[in-house]
């Protein structure tokens, strides 16, 4: 009865899956892994089924569900096979590397009438961004009326782009701000200092709520993630993201993690559980096909706005009911 | 030798510049106060003498030099008479109720060619934004290219309008941030959550660094000032502003100041020995003049602009020699 | 594949431990429970079989491993049963109520050649006790020469004495003492505020290390554990124990649980994970019989101590190999 | 009006208390200096008389007040002679070399029948203390049941003994914990880790409060004070000494000071001005001579224990009146 999941891809992201599937996962096991490189595939396999067909292994009797860790480009086409086939899907953020290619999903997940599809953001998952949202559902700092979130990368390679910033980095604060507020993203607007980095873009909800982002692709010193969540009563925030302090050599201090596998271990652990639990109770968890779609269409619309400057106001077609 | 010190005004600050000038500094006296209601004038001098008639006190002999702390509209007036009266001069902000006044005093100042003329923006007396201001001068966390400023009030009247947040509030910000980044501002733009509180401001500076900063008349649960410095390298910030912690009710906390005299205590007490000190010895420290105007020329551009929306580009006259 | 295991008692931790089984352990599952009460059991076991002879449980061959989590007075009897059934045991501590109890079940795990038995020490598993231990081992803060550890429980019953605050709480401390320090215990003093409450107990280790604790029983604000260690070149300790702070009525703070169970949630599945590793694995992992049996016995000898005041030079009998 | 304060010693202390008379105090000024380096002395006095005897400073009709800052060994012989000559002191601590001298000076105070001896505690005056201080006696924490004091230095020289640790460094918490406490220690015991340095020395008051304490010579990272008092309804702790925080290199930090000035410059400020005050008006403030004396003979009673061994019951002739 355990649930038999395959995983496309073995990158970085596809190994920690894997992992997360033979070793931290109740109720599931890794069934099937999938990579052009096959070596690479039999490697993160230890022992299940090695495919390098992504389709052949979307369509396998071996697989219950599919997790998609595979290059971005590539997610849209799987997911539709997924949803072709009636098989559960987690799949890496973004959706689809389009918002078109993003909303044919949410079409064909309409048009079937039930949803398959979970887009990993992981961040929903992650202990402290569960408590604020706790936090603020509850009504414990009244009307939420602004966000101030804050994304740090260690560094970016030289080819990376502002455009790359909102599409790649910025689009796990615009899944998070819409979850935590409870509410859709109107407008947005860019700000850049020298050479483009960092970046403050200012949202503004269908609830009036403000949400401030500073998007640092080359903040120096570490990955860094913080959120400030403030009502018409009070706050709510991150506390500093550390277990231990240590005295040494003058100063007092912790250590930042250099990306967000370390950062995110227990959020990436908690989804994998929370969504092999939702699949054999039949039902969805965490972001929806629509909430992916939305999310690389906010981004794609940021990033036209920011050729020309000024503020976006955002749009999108009439959610189906299947997301109510 | 020790220097006679006049203070105009005894209201909340008045009675706190006097009390400073009593029991907290070196090297000078409380010579006289002045204020309209006499009875409130005679308790706050303590022995010192005692007049109702500003100018009066400003041409005494008794004084060598001049705390104005009186309402608003009347500061510029008291500081042209101490230029007038070759008299040192410690102005609260602002230096006046308007952008043209703020410049009078400005010219007079550069046509008398010497520096009398401080504005209480005591902020930058506060040892955190000093140490901030020390660690980006020295090059610690490498250019500075973000200032994140937070600046919330406990509440405010019915009838505080969004112009005299900007001017009344976050006209502080002002200062620090062209303080802490040694930059002059370019542009500014107002984002508003419903009723109008709180703000989020948008500055960027001739440097290109950004100042996001959050002003909030309402925020409910105290009186709340932080900065955060971002460079190239890394951050500098404020810490939790507090000197111990409790343990009680199932919480570990510590208490929020209600309002901006406690949190800024010390930043007064140094601001005052500091500007005595320089007095003395002949020279200025602080904000200048210039700085006042510019403060209160920025504020009203902004407020001008929040009526039409968008952002504002800002624009000052030529700085006088005076001020290099 | 997966490991079938019988949780024996359904009280607080047996019922947490068979729910860590169900829905948060990879490559084991809830085979059986046992509960004198067969309606408690019953609602326990979700399905699994459900016995109420404890020994029945463990010579069942639906089981290959057992966790023990009935009261105290049991633990020796259940453990050594698993040991003659040659089957691995996850028991919770202590090892047994009496230190010559704890000694029979070394002597018998001793005679049979290898280790089936772990108490469950769950401390070993939190992150933060584990980061510190790391820190020690590589050598970070130098040789460890001072252990301050604070152990504060909310309130504790009329009836708890003394002694038991010994026996039940601080016993916690004296393995994570040995543990984090990696050194045996050579002597103990106590001293009590009035009415016996708190207590600070110093150690000293075979090491030189000293270790001073505060067991507090009725520490009124909440639960709440901390430690830090000192060596020769700095300190590591415990950061605040939360995730999220908030700002609020006057103060920013964070709560504290009310128990361990909360607290220490993540440290027992992480427990749980690595035992049921270790076990398909056939090795061994946490606190050994031979620690089990220690620690009760220094528990035992301190108690013994407070009866006449002063230091108690601690004893124990020669470790097996087996413990090497 | 202004006191005309005279100081002894122009070494480190010496030369801070002469500055802050100069430049940071309000009501004094500094009037003489003493030094039998006269070079030193003329430094220091930046115009103030010099004198290379501390009898004829004492006696001299240019100094109303005094302060002794000169070697530990001179404190008793000038604080007799201040006392001969009606003049109110402010003395380093200890207030005598040897608890016998200590006592000689209770002993003529109270035969005077004033008080004009102040012992410079100066961690009375620190914020941090204070707040602590005022937490409890307004019965925030309820009874006080233990104090955990940290005291570490740096680093001391090859010839610095366990007996210094304590009578040079130990005593500060001698007299805070009697301070923070408002009660009399009982007794003491002393374990040291090996070389016997760190040491924990264990407390208990009259009110059967514990206090331990890690004194601590080597801590290799900085100086770094820390206290936390525990009452049976919570704590109250210091909070991290810092204004500010950094993110840099991979980590978040701040800095501890290399010793006992920069971390307690406030304290030193607010004890100076404190002192004026209270002598200007006639009355005392801060430690009196019998705080002196009783630290000083705690400190020597601990040390004559730590050749023993063992707890030391501590005792002291009756307290005059005089400090009731």
């Known amino acids: 009865m355990s649930l038999a999941v395959g995983v496309i891809g073995t990158g970085v992201m596809g190994a920690e899956h894997a992992r997360l ?10 069934a099937a892994v999938c990579d052009a490189d096959e070596a690479r595939a039999t490697a993160a396999a230890q022992g299940a089924a090695v ?9 396998s009797p071996l697989v219950d569900a599919v997790v998609i860790a595979s290059p971005d480009a ?15 899907v987690l799949c890496e953020k973004p959706i689809a590397a389009t918002a078109a290619e993003g909303l044919a999903i949410v079409q064909a997940e309409a048009a079937l ?3 398959l599809v979970t887009v990993g953001f992981m961040r929903r998952f992650d202990p402290a ?72 873009v200012t949202m503004q909800a269908d609830s009036g709520a403000i949400i401030s982002t500073e998007v640092h692709m080359n903040a120096a010193y570490g990955y860094h993630v913080h959120a400030q969540l403030v009502g018409r009563l009070g706050t709510v925030e991150m506390a500093a993201p550390t277990r231990v ?17 370390p950062r995110f271990t ?52 009439a959610r189906p009911a299947l997301y109510d």
């Open 21 to 30: 599937l033979r070793e931290q996962t109740a109720g599931a096991h890794l």
């Open 51 to 59: 495919f390098t067909d992504a389709h052949a292994l979307i369509s």
């Open 74 to 88: 590539t997610h849209a086409g799987y997911a539709l096979a997924c949803l072709a086939a009636g098989k559960p």
């Open 113 to 115: 009438g039930r949803r």
């Open 129 to 200: 961004y569960a408590e604020m949202q706790a936090a603020r559902s509850a009504g414990r700092i009244g009307n939420a009326v602004l966000l101030h979130n804050i994304h740090r990368n260690l560094s970016a390679p030289e080819w990376f782009t502002g455009a790359m910033a909102v599409t790649n980095s910025f689009v796990h604060e615009i899944d998070i701000s819409r979850w935590l507020l409870g509410a859709e993203m109107v407008s947005a607007q860019v700000a850049a200092a020298p050479g483009g980095d960092p970046m403050m």
């Open 245 to 261: 302090l240590t005295n040494l050599s003058n100063a007092q201090s912790f250590g930042f993690p250099s990306n967000w596998v």
């Open 266 to 317: 227990e959020a990436y652990r908690l989804q994998m559980q929370a969504w092999v639990d939702a699949t054999v109770a039949g039902h969805s968890v965490g972001a929806s096909a629509w909430d992916g779609y939305v999310t690389t269409s906010i981004a794609e619309q940021i990033v036209e706005g920011m050729a020309t400057g000024g503020q976006v106001a955002l749009s999108f077609p």
